[in-house]
């Protein structure tokens, strides 16, 4: 069967400097056509992505399934509550909706970390783990996904956590009591600061402990960019949690979203 005619759901990843989309085999967790990109309008307003959603659509004429797209910000029920690196215009706007009516056809939004944490637990680095699986990318900022027994806890949010650094000497440097997650822990963090790994890998360790007291997960899974070095610094993570890197990187967003929209909309 030629799948761009078989009614596959369609995932989009709407990012800062780019939107992607491609029909999605949800038998493999894979692309079922080419990724299509077009770069982020410069004014990343709701009217001018829905545009390219439109333009990304036509690029799989023969596809009608539903869509499923990612937004880098908290989304609740379609609508959108942060816009970290988008047009601050999406703030409260019924993205479903908007893209919707566009598209003429179903549409589930859910923040870009969800999407990725779903993608992992379904066809990554957590299929057929059963219970609590936490999935967090490590970027310019920390995305973070709950999944329990398949099912997604949307809008966790945890990069914004306050660590407690009773007990961290931080190489014999003078700490603060507390720090927030992702103003401390982020890969881009590592980068400005210049962090050599043993001393990111504390702070890794300080940030996934607070997440073990918290939620007792059966697997974290690690995600972003840098998890294609995750030999340089997930073995230095002291917890007891199993903690393993995502697999799925790039398409994460897109299969995630894919299968978002079909649970929703499919039938």
């Known amino acids: 069967m030629d799948p761009m005619s078989s009614g596959l759901p369609l995932g989009v990843d709407f990012g800062g400097s780019g939107i992607k989309a491609a029909p999605v ?29 439109e333009q990304l659509a036509a690029a799989f004429p023969d596809n009608d399934g539903p869509v499923g797209v990612t ?20 703030i409260d706007t019924d993205a479903a909706a908007v893209f919707g009516e566009a598209l003429g056809r179903p549409v589930e939004v859910l923040n870009d970390a969800d999407a990725a944490g779903l993608a992992e ?14 999935v967090t990318t490590l970027g310019t900022g920390i995305g973070a996904a709950l999944v329990h027994d398949g099912v997604l806890v949307p809008n966790a949010e945890l990069g914004h956590l ?16 507390a720090v927030h997650a992702e103003g401390w ?5 590592r980068e400005r600061d210049d ?13 996934y402990r607070t997440l073990e007291r918290l939620f007792s997960p059966d697997l974290l899974v690690v995600g972003g960019g840098v998890s294609k070095k995750a030999d340089k610094f997930l073995p230095k993570i002291d917890i007891r949690t199993p903690i393993v890197p995502a697999t799925l990187r790039n398409s994460a967003g897109i299969v995630g979203a894919a299968l978002a929209a079909q649970r929703a909309h499919g039938g």
């Not at 056509?33 to 307003?45: D, F, K, L, Q």
């Not at 306050?162 to 009591?177: A, M, T």
């Not at 962090?195 to 940030?207: N, Y």
């Open 195 to 207: 962090l050599g790994w043993d001393e990111w890998a504390g702070r890794l360790t300080v940030f």
């Open 121 to 134: 637990a379904t066809y990554g680095a957590a299929r057929g783990q059963a219970g609590l699986v936490l």
């Open 162 to 177: 306050w660590l407690s650094l009773e007990g961290y000497d931080g190489g014999g440097k003078h700490q603060p009591e």
């Open 71 to 90: 937004v880098p910000g908290i989304v609740r029920h379609g609508v959108i509550g942060s816009a970290a690196n988008i047009d601050q215009t999406w």
């Open 185 to 189: 822990t982020a890969n881009s963090i």
């Open 25 to 53: 085999d949800l038998e493999k967790g894979e692309f079922a056509a080419e990724r299509v990109r077009i770069p982020t309008p410069e004014s990343s307003t709701p009217d001018n992505v829905a545009d390219v959603l």
